[in-house]
Every structure is written in structure tokens, then in C-alpha cells.
């Protein structure tokens, strides 16, 4: 008989070594053999994933950049785990690695339970024969496997071959997959190599994909959210103006970056970057003259505030340095940027002896942060 509350968990990972990082994680929930809830969950984890996991479970990593951390969602996954009598993995071992590592980062307890390994039941029901999932499912018919894996179909596939094994009635096939909940929005993909990833503060939070007004909502209303946009946007896009002048960045580079950053205001803002918004946002930075000094002003502001600098230092360098190298015109317009922020910043000693590090080696920053 199978157990009672029973949770079928699956994940995709940046790659299969031990140090990888947690991409998606979907789980079932089954009381006494009939379906509960689930979650499917999508996350930044901070690094690159390998071209063959890439290939496997198909999250393309600039999309990954602008998705949640997993620490932020660690007390919702842990209590929602916590629930089960037993966790229902294909190859457990995989899986549970990667869901207590990132427990463990998050500095939360580990999940105490049972576990039932389907990979290694399945090797003892048909000895001799592939214990792959695909090759399971096949075997019973059940369905199949996609070439380019989802999370939350390979937890049924397996919540399937799990009550198989276990002689119970095996649940329908549900039509249509769910995609993860929390997925929120990315910019358009910039011109490669793409360029650093910022620093995500406690507080960074970009809108959900599926995040829409109020129906209550008043023209009035949408206005007013356009024009706060904008007036919180200001400072950014002086800066980003000024660099783009000053180093002749293509327009298409340089409108990359403004909706990278559109992005992050937007996030912030906890607004959905619609059509109107991201329009009204390239509008109003393309009207600002990128002139020194609205880019001195604006970044003697931005120094007060060391996560938008966070947000904003990548950004620049990702745009100037889209073919690989740093002009003379583009190590000006950035010097100009660093000294202002220094003269201007609060910020630790530590902190600014950083900041002198990329001002003095501007050219060596690298084009991609794989850690």
C-alpha cells in the first residue's frame, strides 16, 4: 500500500556536479492516493547553467537572472514539504541533494522524512531493464517524457510510476501543465555577451508575469503609476544616457539597458512592465539630453543608495563593454560616474576600496560572473 500523504518532488539544476544550484522544483501532494495541491516554483541561482543541463530543462539564463531566489521562498518550501509522510523522487539522491543545499544556504533545518526512490524500486520491479523515467513510463504507457524536461511533468510521470509500484489506482494525466507560479517578467535579451549579474538586495522583487491592475482601476489611476515609474526611473536613465552619449553605444545596446533597468524599476515598484509602461519609461529617458551634469546630479543621489548602485554599475559596464573592450571615450564617461559616486558615497571603506578597483581595472571586469 502506498503511504498515506505522500509528496512527489522533482527539480532541474544549473548542471549534475555537487556545487550546482537549484533551477525549478515542482511537488505533489497526494492524500491517500488522491491529489492534493502542488507547487512549481522557478529560481535565479545565481550562475550559469551548463549547455547540457541548458539543454535539459531549457530556462534560458537571462530569464533565470530576473526569477526569485530560492532563500526567499525557503520557510514556504520547507513548511510545505513538512507536510508529508514520505518525499517521492526518481533518483532521490539527485533531488534531495540539491533541495537540502539549498536549505542549508538559506540557513533553514533540513526536511526530516522518508524517502521513496522510484529510480531504485524501479530497478528491482524490471532487473535488467533501464530504470530512466522515460524508459518507465514507456514501459507502462502511461506517457511520455518531453526531450526538453518540466518539473512539475517529470513529479507526475513519477507520481504515476510511484502508485504503479505500489499497486494503487494511478492518477489522470492532467491537461494543461501548469507553469511555475512565481515566473516573473525579463527585459528584452541583450546583444551577448550578456553582461554581469547585479547583486539582489532583500528587497528586490520584480512584478509577477501574470501581475495586472485592479479591475477597480481608473484611467487616473494608470497615470499615476506611469508618471511614479518615471520619476523613479530618472536618475538611472540620466546615467545611463550620459554613458551612451559619451561612448557612442548603439541605439539598440543602449535600449537594451534602459529596459533592463525599466525592469528593475518596475520591480520595485511592484508593477507589471506592460507595453504602456515600457514605452512611457523609453520615451522619458529618450527625451533626457544625457548631459554630464544630469549625470553628476543623478549619480550623487544613486550614492546614497548602494543597492540601486548595484543595479546600475552592472548595467553600465554590461552596455560598454558589449564587444569585449573599453575605449578611451567609454573608460572617460565611466571614470566621471565612479568619481562622482565616491566623492558622494556613505558607503563602508570596504566597499570603496572596491569601488576604486573597478574604476582603476574597468577593462578587466569580466563579461559574465559564472560563481
Same mark, same amino acid.
Given at each position: 500500500?502506498?503511504?498515506?500523504?505522500?509528496?512527489?518532488?522533482?527539480?532541474?539544476?544549473?548542471?549534475?556536479?555537487?556545487?550546482d544550484k537549484l533551477v525549478a522544483l515542482a511537488a505533489i501532494r497526494?492524500?491517500?492516493?488522491?491529489?492534493?495541491?502542488?507547487?512549481?516554483?522557478?529560481?535565479?541561482?545565481?550562475?550559469?547553467?551548463?549547455? #547540457?543541463?541548458?539543454?535539459?530543462?531549457?530556462?534560458?539564463?537571462?530569464?533565470?537572472?530576473?526569477?526569485?531566489?530560492?532563500?526567499?521562498?525557503?520557510?514556504?518550501?520547507?513548511?510545505?514539504?513538512?507536510?508529508?509522510?514520505?518525499?517521492?523522487?526518481?533518483?532521490?539522491?539527485?533531488?534531495?541533494?540539491?533541495?537540502?543545499?539549498?536549505?542549508?544556504?538559506?540557513?533553514?533545518?533540513?526536511?526530516?522524512?522518508?524517502?521513496?526512490?522510484?529510480?531504485?524500486?524501479?530497478?528491482?520491479?524490471?532487473?535488467?531493464?533501464?530504470?530512466?523515467?522515460?524508459?518507465?513510463?514507456?514501459?507502462?504507457?502511461?506517457?511520455?517524457?518531453?526531450?526538453?524536461?518540466?518539473?512539475?511533468?517529470?513529479?507526475?510521470?513519477?507520481?504515476?510510476?510511484?502508485?504503479?509500484?505500489?499497486?494503487?489506482?494511478?492518477?489522470?494525466?492532467?491537461?494543461?501543465?501548469?507553469?511555475?507560479?512565481?515566473?516573473?517578467?525579463?527585459?528584452?535579451?541583450?546583444?551577448?555577451?550578456?553582461?554581469?549579474?547585479?547583486?539582489?538586495?532583500?528587497?528586490?522583487?520584480?512584478?509577477?508575469?501574470?501581475?495586472?491592475?485592479?479591475?477597480?482601476?481608473?484611467?487616473?489611476?494608470?497615470?499615476?503609476?506611469?508618471?511614479?515609474?518615471?520619476?523613479?526611473?530618472?536618475?538611472?536613465?540620466?546615467?545611463?544616457?550620459?554613458?551612451?552619449?559619451?561612448?557612442?553605444?548603439?541605439?539598440?545596446?543602449?535600449?537594451?539597458?534602459?529596459?533592463?533597468?525599466?525592469?528593475?524599476?518596475?520591480?520595485?515598484?511592484r508593477l507589471p512592465l506592460d507595453g504602456n509602461l515600457r514605452d512611457?519609461?523609453?520615451?522619458?529617458?529618450?527625451?533626457?539630453?544625457?548631459?554630464?551634469? #544630469?549625470?553628476?546630479?543623478?549619480?550623487?543621489?544613486?550614492?546614497?543608495?548602494?543597492?540601486?548602485?548595484?543595479?546600475?554599475?552592472?548595467?553600465?559596464? #554590461?552596455?560598454?563593454?558589449?564587444? #569585449?573592450?573599453?575605449?578611451?571615450?567609454?573608460?572617460?564617461?565611466?571614470?566621471?560616474?565612479?568619481?562622482?559616486?565616491?566623492?558622494?558615497?556613505?558607503?563602508?571603506?570596504?566597499?570603496?576600496?572596491?569601488?576604486?578597483?573597478?574604476?582603476?581595472?574597468?577593462?578587466?571586469?569580466?563579461?559574465?560572473?559564472?560563481?
Amino acid at each position: 500500500m502506498p503511504h498515506q500523504r505522500v509528496i512527489v518532488l522533482d527539480t532541474e539544476t544549473t548542471g549534475v556536479l555537487p556545487y550546482d544550484k537549484l533551477v525549478a522544483l515542482a511537488a505533489i501532494r497526494f492524500d491517500h492516493g488522491t491529489y492534493v495541491d502542488h507547487i512549481y516554483r522557478i529560481y535565479d541561482p545565481r550562475k550559469d547553467s551548463h549547455p #547540457g543541463a541548458l539543454e535539459v530543462h531549457g530556462w534560458d539564463d537571462w530569464l533565470l537572472r530576473f526569477q526569485p531566489l530560492f532563500a526567499e521562498e525557503a520557510d514556504e518550501i520547507h513548511a510545505w514539504l513538512d507536510w508529508a509522510d514520505c518525499l517521492i523522487m526518481h533518483n532521490a539522491d539527485f533531488d534531495m541533494h540539491y533541495v537540502a543545499r539549498e536549505l542549508r544556504k538559506a540557513e533553514r533545518p533540513p526536511v526530516e522524512k522518508q524517502v521513496f526512490c522510484t529510480m531504485r524500486a524501479a530497478h528491482g520491479h524490471w532487473p535488467g531493464h533501464s530504470a530512466k523515467l522515460s524508459a518507465c513510463v514507456s514501459r507502462l504507457g502511461l506517457g511520455s517524457q518531453a526531450a526538453r524536461h518540466d518539473a512539475f511533468q517529470d513529479a507526475f510521470l513519477t507520481a504515476q510510476l510511484y502508485f504503479h509500484l505500489k499497486r494503487a489506482a494511478i492518477p489522470p494525466w492532467p491537461l494543461p501543465w501548469p507553469s511555475p507560479t512565481n515566473l516573473l517578467p525579463a527585459p528584452p535579451r541583450p546583444p551577448a555577451p550578456l553582461p554581469r549579474r547585479s547583486p539582489k538586495g532583500s528587497n528586490w522583487r520584480a512584478a509577477p508575469v501574470t501581475a495586472s491592475p485592479p479591475a477597480q482601476q481608473t484611467a487616473a489611476d494608470a497615470r499615476r503609476w506611469v508618471r511614479n515609474a518615471v520619476a523613479r526611473a530618472r536618475d538611472g536613465q540620466l546615467v545611463i544616457r550620459f554613458v551612451a552619449a559619451g561612448a557612442d553605444v548603439p541605439a539598440d545596446v543602449q535600449m537594451a539597458t534602459l529596459d533592463a533597468y525599466s525592469s528593475h524599476v518596475a520591480g520595485i515598484l511592484r508593477l507589471p512592465l506592460d507595453g504602456n509602461l515600457r514605452d512611457a519609461l523609453r520615451a522619458s529617458a529618450m527625451a533626457l539630453p544625457g548631459s554630464q551634469k #544630469g549625470a553628476t546630479t543623478a549619480s550623487r543621489r544613486l550614492a546614497a543608495n548602494p543597492e540601486e548602485m548595484s543595479v546600475v554599475l552592472p548595467l553600465l559596464m #554590461g552596455m560598454i563593454k558589449r564587444d #569585449g573592450r573599453l575605449t578611451s571615450a567609454e573608460e572617460h564617461a565611466m571614470r566621471h560616474i565612479f568619481a562622482v559616486i565616491r566623492a558622494s558615497s556613505p558607503i563602508p571603506r570596504a566597499d570603496a576600496a572596491r569601488a576604486d578597483a573597478a574604476d582603476d581595472t574597468a577593462a578587466a571586469v569580466p563579461l559574465r560572473d559564472e560563481a
